[in-house]
């Protein structure tokens, strides 16, 4: 029995629409600002009527911010990001769950504990390491080939510097952020939910253990995946201490950093009706990509296929 209550159903709308409000004016103050010209920008208050200057507000956005190249280097990491966590977090997972090993219990929780370890925290060793991916092994290379090795290799004295960096590049800005922890402790939970039995079926119709991952696990997860790409693709997308450290090459530079050229300086005429431009070029990619997913996404989270 559903009991009807149009009081309470009524405050639960009015309360709905007022969050929505509150959380989407931001955008439309953007959409709006995007399609007026500066005149009406430099306003106090600016006026909330939609002007006709929407294309070309982009179109100077696009061009005077490069935001092509940006977009696709945004694109690419993401994608990168979103491939190798899920990638490497299903590997993890099917690891800790379906292979019996020493220690396997404190591997999963010292993959777990990195939970408290974010970016933030870690990005000083996470930069020297991309700086020079070679650098840990150069006191191993100094204490197993002494100098007199070179000297006689060589036949005079040389340094041998062991280099390898991943500064303006997409490893650099993929691979540092293809772990996750998160995402691990998902896959875990949901390979613990599958009957062992299916396993047991594998085993005697003699399916290897990738056999048994590709041809079972990776089917039955594809809601947890579904789910998971749109969290991951917007967390990429946003990415924004990372590229901001690693890319000194303006043709490296993703989207969310380079929307820094398009916010008026001190000295230069306010043009925050192109700024905003930009910032509504640079939100319809991940927008697009969870209005796609969202079926996908909602089932990922709610259902499960067995």
């Not at 100077?60 to 190249?69: I, N, P, Q, S, Y």
């Not at 019996?100 to 870690?122: G, H, I, K, Q, S």
């Not at 290379?141 to 062991?162: M, N, Q």
């Amino acid at each position: 029995m559903v009991e009807k209550t149009p009081i309470l159903d009524a405050f639960t709308y009015i309360f709905l629409t007022v969050g929505i409000f509150i959380v989407g004016f931001p955008i439309i103050y953007a959409l709006v600002a995007a399609t007026l010209p500066i005149e009406a920008v430099a306003k106090v208050p600016m006026p909330l009527i939609p002007g006709d200057q929407f294309w070309v507000n982009m179109t100077t956005a696009w061009e005077k911010g490069d935001l092509g190249t940006q977009l696709l280097n945004s694109l690419i990491m993401a994608s990168g990001i979103t491939f190798g966590k899920i990638a490497v977090s299903m590997l993890g997972a099917f690891s800790i769950v379906y292979f019996d090993y020493r220690f396997r219990t404190v591997a999963f929780v010292t993959v777990f504990c990195t939970l408290m370890l974010p970016v933030e925290v870690r990005i000083l060793p996470t930069y020297e390491m991309a700086a020079n991916l070679f650098g840990p092994l150069q006191g191993l290379w100094d204490t197993l080939v002494p100098d007199s090795v070179t000297r006689w290799f060589a036949g005079h004295d040389i340094e041998v510097r062991l280099e390898l960096s991943l500064l303006d590049s997409y490893p650099g800005l993929i691979l540092p952020l293809v772990a996750s922890a998160t995402c691990t402790f998902l896959f875990r939970q949901f390979f613990l939910t599958i009957p062992e039995e299916l396993c047991e079926a594998a085993k005697m119709d003699g399916a290897s253990a990738m056999t048994f991952f590709t041809k079972i696990l990776l089917p039955l997860s594809r809601t947890n995946i579904a789910a998971l790409v749109v969290i991951e693709f917007v967390y990429g997308w946003n990415q924004y201490l990372w590229p901001l450290l690693i890319t000194t090459n303006p043709k490296m530079m993703t989207a969310v950093i380079g929307l820094q050229n398009l916010i008026p300086q001190a000295d230069d005429l306010p043009f925050w009706n192109v700024a905003l431009a930009g910032a509504i070029i640079v939100m319809l990619p991940p927008i697009l990509v969870v209005l796609m997913m969202q079926r996908w996404f909602v089932k990922g989270l709610v259902d499960t296929e067995k």
